[in-house]
């Protein structure tokens, strides 16, 4: 079963919606320069109104490994993305801080991306084209990808099916994660994530001996 992480929810009125879809992951934004910038507080408040078994992922820019840890040990969220150049002296920094789970993110160009994402000391990597751009990379480049990962960038409710079987022929990621193809003027979008949604469980149902 590939999971699947709603990314950027800013807005309590998306919150049912996403309780009906049960997503595996949400993800909240913790860099102040992304135009999904949420504070912590409002992000506890939403994560209250969570299904509970709804992991909550929050995602950091080169912050802090404290910040980073406290907003762990607070339980603020339950896993930290690391979206920025952090590196294995940094997530080593970090898990001498906290031992709750981290994701390290990738913007892949090419191959050489692809094999430092392989090395990652980080439990898991999402690869990504560009910070919640809303942009696809080479999904071939796939094809060198030896350890677990989330598959991002530019996934929509119209490639998201195509991608998993793309991805799927090398290498099937354990979850996809979108944020600008669920929006709609910059604001999350009920039909779209219910499509997004609709996509992915129609690839789980199709391929569920496979994988
Ligand atoms: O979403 C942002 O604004 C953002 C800004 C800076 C770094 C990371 C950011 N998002 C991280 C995510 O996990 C997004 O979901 C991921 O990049 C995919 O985004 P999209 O291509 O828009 O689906």
Same mark, same amino acid.
Not at 57 to 71: D, I, L
């Given at each position: 079963?590939?999971?699947?992480?709603?990314?950027?929810?800013?807005?309590?009125?998306?919150?049912?919606?996403?309780?009906?879809?049960?997503?595996?992951?949400?993800?909240?934004?913790?860099?102040?320069?992304?135009?999904?910038?949420?504070?912590?507080?409002?992000?506890?408040?939403?994560?209250?109104?969570?299904?509970?078994?709804?992991?909550?992922?929050?995602?950091?820019?080169?912050?802090?490994?404290?910040?980073?840890?406290?907003?762990?040990?607070?339980?603020?969220?339950?896993?930290?993305?690391?979206?920025?150049?952090?590196?294995?002296?940094?997530?080593? &920094?970090?898990?001498?801080?906290?031992?709750?789970?981290? /994701?390290?993110?990738?913007? *892949? #160009? @090419?191959? =050489?991306? +692809?094999?430092?994402?392989?090395?990652?000391?980080?439990?898991?990597?999402?690869?990504?084209?560009?910070?919640?751009?809303?942009?696809?990379?080479?999904?071939?480049?796939?094809?060198?990808?030896?350890?677990?990962?989330?598959?991002?960038?530019?996934?929509?409710?119209?490639?998201?099916?195509?991608?998993?079987?793309?991805?799927?022929?090398?290498? &099937?990621?354990?979850?996809?994660?979108?944020?600008?193809? /669920?929006?709609?003027?910059? *604001? #999350? @979008?009920? =039909?779209? +994530?219910?499509?997004?949604?609709?996509?992915?469980?129609?690839?789980?149902?199709?391929?569920?001996?496979?994988?």
């Amino acid at each position: 079963m590939i999971g699947t992480k709603l990314c950027g929810v800013t807005n309590p009125a998306i919150i049912p919606c996403i309780n009906a879809c049960m997503p595996t992951y949400v993800g909240f934004m913790f860099y102040q320069q992304s135009k999904r910038f949420i504070p912590m507080d409002a992000a506890r408040a939403l994560k209250a109104q969570l299904n509970p078994h709804i992991t909550c992922v929050g995602v950091f820019v080169n912050a802090e490994p404290n910040t980073v840890a406290q907003a762990l040990e607070r339980g603020v969220c339950d896993v930290a993305q690391l979206h920025g150049t952090e590196d294995n002296a940094y997530i080593r &920094a970090l898990t001498r801080l906290t031992h709750k789970p981290i /994701i390290q993110a990738f913007c *892949v #160009k @090419d191959k =050489n991306t +692809i094999l430092r994402a392989n090395n990652s000391i980080a439990p898991m990597v999402l690869l990504d084209a560009g910070g919640g751009s809303g942009t696809c990379f080479d999904w071939r480049l796939l094809c060198s990808v030896n350890r677990p990962y989330i598959l991002a960038g530019g996934l929509a409710p119209h490639n998201v099916y195509q991608a998993l079987c793309t991805a799927s022929r090398y290498h &099937a990621p354990v979850a996809v994660d979108v944020s600008s193809g /669920i929006e709609t003027n910059g *604001v #999350k @979008d009920a =039909n779209k +994530i219910t499509a997004f949604m609709h996509e992915v469980a129609r690839f789980n149902h199709e391929h569920a001996n496979t994988h």
